[in-house]
């Protein structure tokens, strides 16, 4: 099981990350490729909060893949092309996510690998069996 460490004594984070998450000892990890918002069918929506919706299942599939859940998240990597797309992505992945406060690090970046592309997130996973 993963212990979240949300500290009171540091500010807190406006939305649902924790300053920390321990891994213990055993687990498997999994460290997932950059996700992005493109469909199975090739397409990608245009609003970002939907490019989210798509990434989320895009990432349960490969945590189902390796018998774990979004709850096995340890951390998330996010990068974005517009500042602006911050309180949708954190709409989402609050919703997403639940009460499940996985570590991380957002980055505002000049473009993803393709123009439609707004936003790209990374997972780490741990599992203990």
Do not use: C, W
């Amino acid at each position: 099981m993963l212990k979240v460490h949300v500290l009171d004594e540091l500010h807190h984070h406006r939305s649902n990350v924790a300053h920390g998450v321990e891994v213990p000892a055993g687990a498997r990890l999994l460290f997932t490729n950059g996700q992005v918002g493109t469909k199975p069918d090739g397409s990608t929506p245009e609003a970002t909060a939907e490019q989210v919706e798509v990434i989320f299942e895009r990432l349960k599939a490969v945590l189902k893949a390796a018998d774990m859940t979004l709850n096995d998240i340890v951390r998330f990597d996010v990068y974005m092309t517009d500042r602006a797309d911050i309180d949708p992505f954190a709409e989402v992945r609050d919703r997403v996510m639940g009460d499940h406060k996985p570590g991380a690090t957002l980055l505002v970046v000049n473009g993803l690998a393709r123009p439609e592309l707004k936003i790209e997130i990374e997972a780490v996973a741990a599992k203990v069996d």
